[in-house]
């Protein structure tokens, strides 16, 4: 029902898999977390539909 | 000399003495004369009640609390006669700066009077104890006001007619029988207490420092606001002008600290110092730590008596929400008790404040530990997201509003209010039903100014015959525009300033609908189902 896309929607998988392990390379955990924060934010904002972000929070969300 | 030891005093006033006989009554009771008290009594007074108030306190103190008063509050005094007094004394602002670490630019800066054109700025700021003395001024013109200095309500026992409370002044004990109770007696309300009612919600750990100085220096009026300066590594602080070359420095101090030791002025000074530089000259004003809370009553109505301010609702000082909330309410408070009391409306009426209220609490709640959430994060996740928006908005636009120093106080509405008649035409912008009408240039004046503290219709070029008795107020230009009035066009404005109802095409009939239902016509039927 929701507009957050759940089905293979980009190309390259392994290079961006290898993009993100990379992003965090030689960070602490701390770091990464922020790291992470900051992606969040900026895909957030680029996706700009408040329904679909929240749709991704709940997917994201570990099972109960 | 003051009744109480321990509290600064700001001006003695002197304990008024205990009633002649040892059981006495009146219609309204007020419980505590702090801004909250005052004003309600103001606004029940400049309406004609007789209103007897007790504070325990048979002085006004001088302490570090509010100082960031919002625009809607200096509306709201407006409408009482204290505006003037208040906002010409204040310090006036509108823009706030967020600055991060040691970086001169701001990483976030906002407005709080981002439409121009209207009578009041954003934001005054002014000690707390100048705007209960104007207040005290203005009350102290209504004969029928009376205020009991140091006395202090040590019981209450409600019953279906009215309450009976039990008083202490000067040693001496009397009960003082209330028609209508309005407990503003401030966060520890004895009230609250002896009625056994609940107060809940969340008690934060943290502790900040008030440094409340005096000093000659040169500073445009702004909120200025860091996260994780040099001065304070890793917390956070907070610079406010006050009239009178006082300053207010606010210093997050963190957990589990000695309250007593860090008033000390030789553990202040170095903050104040590491602050503004070394060499810095100053005086103390007063030094104080302040924890803080954000929590509510589940109700505020009950029965006869009503709650307000500090008293119903907690909130953290960092969207300056705690007074300017308690004026919301006895805003919204004054002209219903003010219909219940004259026998123009049931008593029913009474509980849409308890809705409107709570709504604004509620609001002002959330956007409180909101900011808290952002200002102190709880756990490593969230000062990872934390940090990461205060590194990003330093580069990029699109960040900057995610961040939060608080968010300061501003009008509530009421969008599913039961005395709001809803649109029933099509509306681009404009104030809807259950918001406040948006101040605009009238003439020589103000379109809030001309509203008075009675209903009114707004009308804009409509030739109809307004409901009788209904007070009328014809406006064109850019007050109809911020209004969305077409020509023909016509708003309901109930007393505190918000829209009852709003039409393109107005009839009498409908004006007269609206402004009984706005009177709590419909509610009757209601309130019997309780
Ligand atoms: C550090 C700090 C900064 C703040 N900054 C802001 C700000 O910038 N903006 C803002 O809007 N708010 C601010 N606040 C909150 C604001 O000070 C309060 O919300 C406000 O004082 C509440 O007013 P009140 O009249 O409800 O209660 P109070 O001011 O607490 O007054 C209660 C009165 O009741 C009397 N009383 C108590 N018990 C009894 C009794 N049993 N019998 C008779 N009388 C009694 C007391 O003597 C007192 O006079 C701040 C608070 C703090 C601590």
């Known amino acids: ?64 | 000399m003051a009744n109480v030891a321990g509290i600064p005093v700001y001006k003695e006033i002197g304990a008024t003495p205990a009633p002649a006989t040892d059981t006495d009554s009146a219609p309204v009771v007020i419980v505590g004369a702090g801004p909250v008290g005052l004003a309600m009594a103001l606004d029940l007074g400049r309406r004609g009640h007789a209103v007897t108030v007790l504070n325990r306190l048979d002085f006004v103190a001088h302490c570090s609390k509010a100082i960031c008063f919002s625009k809607r509050s200096l509306d709201i005094l407006d409408r009482l006669g204290a505006g003037d007094a208040v906002t010409d004394k204040g310090v006036v602002w509108n823009i706030g700066k967020v600055f991060w670490g040691g970086d001169d630019a701001p990483v976030y800066q906002f407005d709080m009077l981002p439409v121009k054109d209207q009578k009041r700025p954003g934001f005054v700021n002014i000690q707390q104890y100048y705007v209960e003395d104007y207040l005290l001024d203005e009350v102290s013109k209504l004969p029928n006001v009376e205020i009991r200095w140091g006395h202090a309500v040590e019981d209450v026992t409600p019953g279906p007619e009215g309450v009976t409370l039990d008083v202490t002044a000067g040693g001496q004990g009397y009960r003082l029988h209330a028609g209508w109770l309005i407990a503003c007696d401030g966060s520890r309300s004895t009230v609250r207490e002896k009625m056994g009612l609940d107060f809940e919600g969340r008690v934060f750990e943290d502790n900040f420092l008030i440094a409340d100085i005096r000093m000659t220096h040169e500073m445009p009026p702004e909120r200025w606001f860091w996260f994780d300066p040099p001065f304070n590594p890793g917390r956070s602080a907070l610079m406010h002008r006050q009239p009178d070359d006082v300053w207010r420095l606010d210093f997050q101090l963190g957990w589990n600290i000695d309250r007593e030791a860090a008033i000390r002025p030789e553990n202040v000074e170095p903050f104040v110092r590491a602050m503004l530089g070394e060499g810095v000259a100053f005086e103390r004003e007063w030094y104080s730590v302040y924890t803080f809370q954000c929590r509510r009553m589940a109700r505020f109505v009950h029965g006869r008596v009503i709650f307000a301010g500090d008293s119903a609702h907690l909130v953290s000082p960092f969207g300056a929400r705690g007074c300017n909330g308690g004026f919301a309410d006895i805003d919204n408070l004054g002209w219903k008790l003010d219909l219940v009391l004259r026998g123009a409306a049931d008593a029913a009426l009474i509980e849409t404040y308890n809705d409107e209220a709570i709504a604004t609490a509620d609001e002002n709640i959330l956007n409180s530990t909101r900011s808290t959430d952002f200002l102190t994060p709880k756990s490593t996740a969230s000062r990872a997201l934390r940090d990461a928006v205060l590194e990003l908005a330093g580069e990029h636009a699109f960040a900057r509003p995610f961040v939060n120093s608080g968010r300061l106080s501003t009008a509530v509405s009421y969008p599913t209010s039961l005395l709001s008649t809803p649109d029933a035409e099509t509306w681009a912008g404009g104030v809807p039903p259950g918001s406040p009408v948006l101040d605009a240039p009238l003439e020589d004046g103000w379109l809030l100014d001309a509203l008075g503290d009675d209903f009114v219709l707004i009308s804009h070029g409509w030739d109809g015959t307004a409901p009788e008795g209904l007070m009328r107020l014809e406006v064109s230009g850019l007050a109809a525009e911020r209004l969305a009035l077409p020509e023909g066009g016509a708003t309901l404005v109930r007393p505190d300033q918000y829209v009852a109802a709003r039409w393109q095409h107005p009839t009498t009939e409908a004006i007269a609908a609206a402004l009984s239902r706005a009177r709590g016509a419909l509610l009757k039927g209601d309130a019997c189902l309780h």
Request: no cysteine.
């Open chain 1, 1 to 64: 029902m929701s507009a957050l896309t759940l089905t293979p929607n980009l190309s390259g998988h392994d290079d961006l898999y290898q993009s993100l392990v990379a992003l965090h390379e030689g960070l602490s955990e701390e770091d990464s977390l922020k790291v992470w924060a900051k992606l969040a934010l900026l895909l957030a904002n680029h996706i700009g539909d408040r329904r679909v972000i929240e749709a991704a929070i709940a997917a994201a969300r570990p099972a109960a």
